[in-house]
């Protein structure tokens, strides 16, 4: 089955870019998605990207997405303290859009 | 519109004791889904669905039921509760689109 894989933790400074690296092994996997959870609370999309696509802009956020290696990146422009959070990776697959998610990368932005 | 909601928000079970979660959404999407979270875990698929009337089984689903009886309710049944049960549970829902929308999550301890 899929396996994502991401590094566990990120820390920047107010101001500068995030990027969180994500790997994925299903080279069927129709959408990438980032979610985004804040402590205590549920998971909330932030972007996702088609399968056919290699980069999707959306206000501060990017997503690069290299499928000859399954390699999707997440940069978060001018980072603010309000961006911390875990960031979640995942790949979508099968019949019922089936969702296989990373461990989370642990944001941490300093001031 | 509330989206998706989870019911209860907390609980509290002893070993062997059974218990319902409740996942319900107000936007008439098809796709249901039932996950866990783990620390230092990503969300793991336990149930899905496709349609009132159809349950299927995730990548985790040894020790719950789901039933999907009405379009908008999904529930997810722990018929004698283990401590391997503690987690977080979230439900999702989606339309034939590919965005999961996700409820705030049941915080389940078992004791």
């Known amino acids: 089955g899929e396996d994502v894989e991401q590094s566990l933790f990120l820390s920047v400074r107010e101001g500068d870019s995030s990027v969180i690296n994500c790997t994925y092994t299903d080279s069927s996997s129709t959408y990438l998605y980032w979610y985004k959870q804040e402590p205590g609370a549920g998971l909330q999309l932030l972007t996702y990207?088609?399968?056919?696509?290699d980069m999707k802009q959306d206000q501060r956020l990017t997503v690069l997405l290299n499928k000859k290696d399954k390699h999707l990146s997440l940069r978060i422009a001018d980072t603010q303290t309000g961006d911390s959070a875990i960031y979640f990776c995942?790949?979508?697959?099968?019949?019922?859009?089936?969702?296989?998610f990373g461990s989370g990368t642990q944001l941490t932005v300093l001031p | 519109n509330a989206g998706v909601t989870q019911t209860p928000k907390f609980r509290v079970l002893k070993t062997g004791q059974s218990m319902t979660l409740l996942c319900a959404q107000d936007?008439?999407?098809?796709?249901m889904y039932w996950y866990r979270q783990d620390p230092g875990m990503g969300l793991r698929l336990i149930h899905y669905?496709?349609?009132?009337?159809?349950?299927a089984k995730g990548e985790v689903p040894d020790g719950y039921n789901v039933s999907r009886l009405k379009k908008q309710n999904f529930l997810l049944g722990l018929e004698s509760a283990a401590p391997s049960q503690t987690s977080v549970y979230f439900c999702?829902?989606?339309?034939?689109?590919?965005?999961?929308?996700f409820g705030p999550g049941t915080r389940l301890t078992v004791t």
């Open positions: 999702a829902s989606a339309t034939e689109g590919h965005e999961q929308y």
């Open positions: 995942a790949a979508c697959s099968g019949s019922a859009r089936q969702l296989t």
């Open positions: 936007m008439n999407h098809e796709y």
């Open positions: 990207i088609f399968s056919n696509m």
């Open positions: 669905s496709v349609g009132e009337g159809t349950t």
